[in-house]
């Protein structure tokens, strides 16, 4: 469990997080939800460690960690992973050579052969146990995605963060992004974190939604939970989805036939 304490970022006088205190659960995907400009990315840099708020307090599973001994700071990045937008694979390297890259720079006590077996072990999880061999230029934007996914693995990370996973991918390519990511979510009881606008994900896999909106946290819920928020700003942001607009209808027209039984 991921907890945010008062967390505030100005940039120049520009407040960009606005006191925002939240819960990232274990075993569940966190979606971090907003549209382009409201703190979701300078969040998610503050709590990994890229950015330093100006106030508040960050913890992972009791251990504070901003703030503290470069060394405690050192030993719960190790166990994060981080699945970038556009993947951020080295094109100099094969895919498996790739997914070797972090257990090489974080675990320089693993033998070669252990590394090999990890790095087949986790491309055979993300469904690309016969393309360690090629390069980033010869896979498709799915599969680099899931050679992401595969990295971020490697080091038995317990802390997944995932900025918009789906950035670039056709419908059906993103929802089983969603899907991988869910799974690896609950067999490995990992705490995900995802940065995401987009409400096909929330639909999906949003066991727990923060929205932010101009650096501020205004609500937080399930899947489950969202389409009958009584936010205005919520509301006007979910239901600019076309999807979301008929899943509410469809949602709507169930609950007024149980209650007319």
């Given at each position: 469990?991921?907890?945010?304490?008062?967390?505030?970022?100005?940039?120049?006088g520009?407040?960009?997080?606005?006191?925002?205190?939240?819960?990232?659960?274990?075993?569940?995907?966190?979606?971090?939800?907003?549209?382009?400009?409201t703190?979701?990315s300078?969040?998610?840099?503050?709590?990994?460690?890229?950015?330093?708020?100006?106030?508040?307090?960050?913890?992972?599973?009791?251990?504070?960690?901003?703030?503290?001994?470069?060394?405690?700071?050192q030993?719960?990045?190790?166990?994060?992973g981080?699945?970038?937008?556009?993947?951020?694979?080295?094109?100099?390297?094969?895919?498996?050579?790739?997914?070797?890259f972090?257990?090489?720079?974080?675990?320089?006590?693993?033998?070669?052969?252990?590394?090999?077996?990890?790095?087949?072990?986790?491309l055979?999880?993300?469904?690309?146990?016969?393309?360690?061999?090629?390069?980033?230029?010869?896979?498709?934007?799915?599969?680099?995605?899931?050679?992401?996914?595969?990295?971020?693995?490697?080091?038995?990370?317990?802390?997944?963060?995932?900025?918009?996973?789906?950035?670039?991918?056709?419908?059906?390519?993103?929802?089983?992004?969603?899907?991988?990511i869910?799974?690896?979510?609950?067999?490995?009881?990992?705490?995900t974190?995802?940065?995401?606008?987009?409400?096909?994900?929330?639909?999906?896999?949003?066991?727990?939604?923060?929205?932010?909106?101009?650096?501020?946290?205004?609500?937080?819920?399930?899947?489950?939970?969202?389409?009958?928020?009584?936010?205005?700003?919520?509301?006007?942001?979910?239901?600019?989805?076309?999807?979301?607009?008929?899943?509410?209808?469809?949602?709507?027209?169930?609950?007024?036939?149980?209650?007319?039984?």
């Open positions: 469990m991921i907890e945010i304490h008062n967390i505030e970022k100005s940039f120049d520009n407040a960009v997080l606005k006191g925002i205190s939240c819960t990232f659960e274990t075993g569940k995907c966190n979606l971090l939800l907003g549209g382009s400009g703190g979701k300078v969040l998610l840099q503050c709590v990994v460690g890229l950015m330093q708020p100006d106030l508040g307090s960050i913890t992972f599973d009791g251990t504070v960690f901003s703030n503290n001994k470069v060394q405690v700071r030993e719960i990045r190790r166990k994060i981080m699945l970038f937008q556009g993947s951020a694979l080295f094109d100099s390297m094969t895919v498996a050579k790739n997914v070797e972090p257990l090489q720079m974080l675990t320089p006590e693993m033998s070669r052969e252990e590394r090999r077996d990890r790095v087949e072990f986790c055979k999880r993300v469904g690309l146990e016969n393309a360690g061999d090629k390069m980033p230029s010869e896979i498709s934007g799915g599969m680099k995605k899931r050679v992401g996914i595969a990295r971020a693995i490697a080091p038995n990370c317990t802390y997944l963060f995932c900025d918009e996973p789906n950035s670039g991918l056709d419908p059906l390519t993103s929802l089983k992004i969603d899907e991988l869910q799974e690896i979510t609950y067999e490995y009881n990992i705490t974190v995802i940065i995401t606008h987009d409400m096909n994900s929330v639909i999906e896999i949003g066991d727990h939604i923060i929205f932010l909106y101009q650096g501020l946290k205004l609500w937080d819920g399930t899947k489950d939970e969202i389409l009958n928020a009584q936010v205005p700003e919520l509301k006007e942001f979910i239901f600019s989805s076309s999807l979301v607009r008929a899943a509410k209808r469809i949602d709507d027209e169930t609950h007024s036939g149980v209650e007319s039984l």
